[in-house]
């Protein structure tokens, strides 16, 4: 990455500069970053020197509803491609497109994958009011599937380790968050908050979600089974503007257990087509 990676006019709102970073976070979704890597992300302008200590639940609390409204961006595309780096094997490219809708109150994702021998992978999931899951059926547009929460941690393809649990986050909505507390993260003021799996006694049990305190983007998710053992981390690797939006421009995860890694990165991206 070349510096500077954002410059955003201090007089953004912090509805407006967080409201394109969080599209995503797609769990999508990681390798350990380096420290040369770590110190290349930072957030260039307007510096914030802000201790943590400064900070309180108060303001992490509104700054987690700012990051759930502000997923909520309607219609939206986008492109990039997804290396899958298993870690005993050759890595494999895809080319990944989504078109998806995300409402308060309901979304819709579609996501297309390419490999390299132009097998084309596709789903759509529907997700209701209620939270819940459907797989629709590639022959019959209103003929859904529902998906258990244990389902949503299973890979959408035998090819690629990638889940709807890293692709759209359902424990965000697994109840309200613990607060933990105040931290920095890559030079950012931050907040951390953990969600735990109620309705569940198999796979993820809690999330560790890191939000940014000037954008209410998130910036890191941690996930742990039943023994409170790490199994999962997705960071976010930088942002990019896309016409006017800003968007993250790569997203890493890493599979603890079996050290394989995924990394996004976003060619195109745009609201509202």
């Known amino acids: 990455m070349v510096e500077p990676l954002m410059s955003i006019s201090g007089n953004l709102s912090r509805t407006n500069r967080g409201r394109f970073f969080c599209v995503l976070t797609l769990g999508f979704i990681v390798l350990s970053m380096g420290p040369a890597a770590l110190a290349q992300f930072k957030f260039r302008k307007p510096p914030n020197r802000q201790l943590p200590s400064a900070l309180d639940e108060r303001s992490g609390e509104f700054v987690w509803q700012q990051f759930l409204w502000n997923r909520a961006i309607g219609k939206f595309n986008l492109s990039g491609s997804l290396v899958y780096r298993p870690a005993r094997d050759k890595s494999r490219s895809y080319s990944i497109n989504l078109d998806a809708n995300w409402k308060t109150d309901s979304e819709e994702t579609a996501i297309s994958l390419a490999g390299s021998l132009d097998d084309v992978i596709q789903r759509t999931v529907v997700v209701d009011e209620d939270r819940k899951f459907f797989l629709r059926d590639s022959d019959c547009s209103q003929c859904l599937v529902e998906l258990t929460r244990e389902e949503q941690q299973d890979s959408i393809s035998d090819e ?114």
Request: hydrophobic content about 40%; proline content about 4%; cysteine-free.
């Open 160 to 273: 690629l380790p990638i889940t709807w649990f890293d692709l759209l986050m359902p424990y965000l909505y697994w109840g309200q968050p613990e607060y933990l507390g105040p931290e920095r993260y890559i030079g950012r003021p931050a907040h951390r908050y953990a969600l735990y799996n109620l309705d569940s006694d198999a796979g993820i049990q809690k999330v560790v979600v890191t939000l940014d305190e000037d954008y209410a983007a998130i910036l890191k998710s941690d996930s742990f089974d039943v023994d409170d053992k790490l199994v999962k981390r997705m960071r976010v690797a930088g942002f990019k503007q896309f016409a006017s939006e800003w968007m993250f421009s790569e997203l890493y995860w890493e599979n603890r257990s079996t050290r394989d890694s995924l990394r996004l990165s976003v060619k195109t991206f745009s609201i509202g087509e």
